[in-house]
């Protein structure tokens, strides 16, 4: 008999079946994922070290079909690297794809995280981390060493570059540059793994500090520095000349060695003298000058030697001194005269072979004393005052010479310079004499002025206005003179044998101290203050006379750069003489250009106004400032900003401006206190 089935099992055999048999493949399954595969450019996975990879990492689901599987949690997990993913659990879309974004740990090399589906085997993926960008140069070797010039340091010198997260950098440029005359023997190096780039450092020839530069594009340049020293000596400077001292003068020589760059080497030299009794060593660098006489000193380094010939001449005793703009002179007792300073019109009466000069105008200048060139022995001498100067002598017999820039008041037959002394063209003999820039006067033994030169305000005194005269003429009046003064502005004044003071010439600044207002006065015309006085001082534009009591009565210009020339607490223009100095006592007052220098009755120096004033300061002062030293000076001479004086001892001494030599101490240095000039020179 058939067996029939029942119609109840074949429903739950459809209702089992249907759904597999009825699959629609056009919808995204949910059926367990088969597999998860990661999507992938085909490119390594490289980033920089702490950061997050450009792209995110993401993975794609499928089922055993191939088919996308959506909706399904994908667990990311840091494997290696210390690194983070964002988000750590994400979930495909349709599909099947799952991302999450990797920022690499801060360690260089591999790094991996994994992908995870539930009942999957996880994607493991892997990345290197990399050095970033330069971001930081640092120096890591070799700055700040010391060395000698033209060689190469002994460290080399490295630097770091290093990304922004501290890793370095490999494979980059850096280009390394040396000033100072340095160089570096690798101009460009690359950096290596551990971000190092280096070179070895030739310093230049110049001792001292010296630079350099390591320069990496794009990041800021790195400065170097090393100390060079000088390398060893192969040459000792050396004195041009024979130095001439006097006796008992204390000397400090100093003598330098240098390298082969010229760089001063430091070093004590050790001396030696061939006549200790003509000069001694007393000390490093100290010598002692003993009799007159010649010696050699010697040192040496390295085995170079130096020898410096001296010669200590016999002491002079000074008689006579004067001051001219630029140039001085001065007479020894053995009636020798002797001229230093500016030397551009022959008015140290031989032609010079000494320094340039550039001030006041370009020309030769003496910076020593030299010897003039006269046969009889001097007694007085004057130097005239302008910048191309010419000066006077008076022998012992009362002859005049005249030498330097041609014209009337040199007293010869024509116009033409001199550049050797020559007599004047008169047959008066004087005890006395003084000259300026275009006039020269002198006291004849018979106490007579004569004057000679340009008569352009009357400055000779004859009586009359314009002209010249090439020869000596008498002023008018007959006045017996003890002394007299040629005044660069074109004047004279005089003290006569009555004790009065005369003066005639320009009087356009009303500055003669007469009174009078003519711009001109052509015969003596007496001083408007009518006494006794004993001393006659004045200069451009000023005077002052001296009573019997030793004060001072002053008169004409007063201001020089705020200064006061005739110290009476102003600076106002004075025109009748009062009393000024300071209300001091003096013996004696000389007029600079803008400075005035007195003794006082012990014949100690003060200086005051707009000059270097030998007190040791570079500034001027409306007070009188004690000269340093306390010496007594016999006589004070004052030119435009230099003052010399002769000691009771017969000693110079000058201070002041010396730009062109005029102080005769051997240089071209100013000088802030008195200096003893230096021995004369043979020429």
Same mark, same amino acid.
């Given at each position: 008999?058939?067996?029939?089935?029942?119609?109840?099992?074949?429903?739950?055999?459809?209702?089992?079946?249907?759904?597999?048999?009825?699959?629609?493949?056009?919808?995204?399954?949910?059926?367990?994922?088969?597999?998860?595969?990661?999507?992938?450019?085909?490119?390594?996975l490289a980033g920089p070290a702490g950061k997050a990879l450009d792209n995110p990492i993401s993975v794609r689901i499928l089922n055993e079909r191939g088919r996308p599987v959506a909706r399904t949690e994908v667990r990311w997990n840091v494997l290696a690297g210390s690194g983070d993913v964002e988000p750590d659990v994400s979930v495909s879309d349709e599909s099947g794809v799952a991302w999450t974004n990797w920022i690499l740990g801060p360690v260089l090399g591999e790094q991996q995280i994994s992908a995870t589906v539930a009942g999957l085997d996880p994607v493991v993926i892997s990345a290197t981390a990399v050095a970033g960008a330069p971001f930081r140069a640092t120096i890591k070797g070799g700055n700040a060493q010391m060395g000698v010039v033209g060689d190469v340091l002994s460290q080399t010198v490295v630097i770091e570059i290093v990304d922004e997260s501290g890793f370095p950098v490999a494979n980059i440029p850096v280009r390394w540059s040396a000033g100072d005359g340095g160089s570096f023997?690798?101009?460009?190096?690359?950096?290596?793994?551990?971000?190092?780039?280096?070179?070895?450092?030739?310093?230049?020839?110049?001792?001292?500090?010296?630079?350099?530069?390591?320069?990496?594009?794009?990041?800021?340049?790195?400065?170097?520095?090393?100390?060079?020293?000088?390398?060893?000596?192969?040459?000792?400077?050396?004195?041009?000349?024979?130095?001439?001292?006097?006796?008992s003068d204390?000397?400090?020589?100093?003598?330098?060695?240098?390298?082969?760059?010229?760089?001063?080497?430091?070093?004590?030299?050790?001396?030696?003298?061939?006549?200790?009794?003509?000069?001694?060593?007393?000390?490093?660098?100290?010598?002692?000058?003993?009799?007159?006489?010649?010696?050699?000193i010697n040192t040496s380094i390295n085995r170079i030697t130096a020898r410096i010939d001296v010669q200590v001449v016999p002491e002079l005793n000074f008689v006579d001194i004067s001051a001219g703009m630029y140039h001085t002179c001065a007479v020894a007792d053995t009636g020798a005269a002797f001229c230093w300073g500016y030397n551009a019109s022959g008015e140290l009466g031989r032609q010079s072979t000494g320094a340039s000069c550039i001030v006041p105008n370009p020309g030769q200048c003496e910076l020593n004393p030299i010897r003039v060139p006269i046969d009889l022995p001097v007694a007085t001498i004057a130097a005239g005052y302008d910048i191309y100067g010419y000066t006077c002598a008076l022998t012992v017999s009362g002859a005049a010479y005249c030498w330097g820039k041609g014209g009337p008041w040199l007293g010869s037959v024509s116009s033409a310079p001199r550049a050797a002394p020559a007599p004047v063209n008169t047959p008066v003999r004087f005890r006395l004499l003084t000259a300026a820039?275009?006039?020269?006067?002198?006291?004849?033994?018979?106490?007579?002025?004569?004057?000679?030169?340009?008569?352009?305000?009357?400055?000779?005194?004859?009586?009359?206005?314009?002209?010249?005269?090439?020869?000596?003429?008498?002023?008018?009046?007959?006045?017996?003179?003890?002394?007299?003064?040629?005044?660069?502005?074109?004047?004279?004044?005089?003290?006569?044998?009555?004790?009065?003071?005369?003066?005639?010439?320009?009087?356009?600044?009303?500055?003669?101290?007469?009174?009078?207002?003519?711009?001109?006065?052509?015969?003596?015309?007496?001083?408007?203050?009518?006494?006794?006085?004993?001393?006659?001082?004045?200069?451009?534009?000023?005077?002052?006379?001296?009573?019997?009591?030793?004060?001072?009565?002053?008169?004409?210009?007063?201001?020089?750069?705020?200064?006061?020339?005739?110290?009476?607490?102003?600076?106002?223009?004075?025109?009748? &003489?009062?009393?000024?100095?300071?209300?001091? *006592?003096?013996?004696?007052? $000389?007029? %600079? !250009? /803008? @400075? +005035? #220098? =007195?003794?006082?009755?012990?014949?100690?120096?003060?200086?005051?106004?707009?000059?270097?004033?030998?007190?040791?300061?570079?500034?001027?002062?409306?007070? &009188?400032?004690?000269?340093?030293?306390?010496? *007594?000076?016999?006589?004070? $001479?004052? %030119? !435009? /900003? @230099? +003052? #010399? =004086?002769?000691?009771l001892t017969g000693d110079v001494y000058c201070w002041g401006l010396n730009d062109a030599g005029q102080l005769g101490i051997g240089t071209k240095l100013n000088s802030l206190i008195p200096i003893r000039i230096a021995p004369p020179v043979e020429r």
């Open positions: 008999m058939e067996r029939t089935t029942p119609i109840s099992s074949c429903l739950l055999w459809l209702t089992l079946c249907l759904p597999m048999a009825c699959d629609d493949v056009s919808q995204p399954q949910q059926a367990r994922p088969a597999s998860l595969i990661l999507e992938s450019s085909g490119q390594p023997l690798q101009s460009e190096t690359i950096t290596d793994s551990a971000g190092m780039a280096s070179s070895q450092w030739r310093l230049g020839s110049a001792s001292g500090m010296q630079r350099a530069t390591a320069t990496v594009l794009q990041l800021q340049q790195i400065n170097l520095t090393a100390s060079a020293s000088p390398g060893p000596a192969v040459r000792l400077s050396s004195y041009p000349a024979t130095l001439r001292f006097w006796p204390s000397i400090r020589l100093t003598i330098s060695a240098f390298d082969a760059y010229n760089n001063r080497v430091e070093w004590e030299p050790d001396w030696t003298s061939s006549a200790p009794q003509v000069l001694s060593v007393v000390g490093p660098g100290l010598f002692r000058a003993g009799q007159a006489g010649a010696a050699i820039a275009a006039h020269t006067c002198g006291v004849a033994t018979n106490s007579m002025v004569y004057c000679w030169g340009a008569n352009a305000t009357g400055q000779l005194g004859n009586g009359t206005i314009g002209g010249e005269s090439y020869s000596p003429e008498p002023v008018a009046g007959n006045f017996v003179f003890d002394t007299i003064t040629a005044l660069n502005k074109g004047a004279t004044c005089g003290l006569t044998a009555e004790s009065q003071v005369f003066c005639w010439g320009s009087n356009f600044a009303r500055d003669l101290g007469t009174g009078r207002t003519e711009s001109s006065l052509p015969a003596p015309t007496p001083l408007v203050l009518n006494q006794p006085f004993t001393r006659l001082g004045v200069g451009e534009g000023s005077g002052c006379a001296i009573t019997s009591s030793k004060l001072a009565y002053c008169w004409g210009l007063n201001n020089v750069a705020g200064f006061s020339k005739l110290g009476n607490g102003s600076t106002q223009f004075v025109e009748i &003489p009062e009393i000024g100095a300071h209300g001091l *006592q003096w013996s004696n007052i $000389v007029f %600079g !250009l /803008g @400075h +005035t #220098c =007195g003794l006082d009755p012990s014949q100690v120096a003060y200086c005051w106004g707009a000059a270097l004033l030998g007190n040791g300061w570079s500034s001027g002062s409306n007070e &009188p400032q004690q000269v340093v030293g306390q010496r *007594q000076f016999r006589k004070l $001479v004052a %030119g !435009l /900003g @230099h +003052t #010399c =004086g002769i000691t």
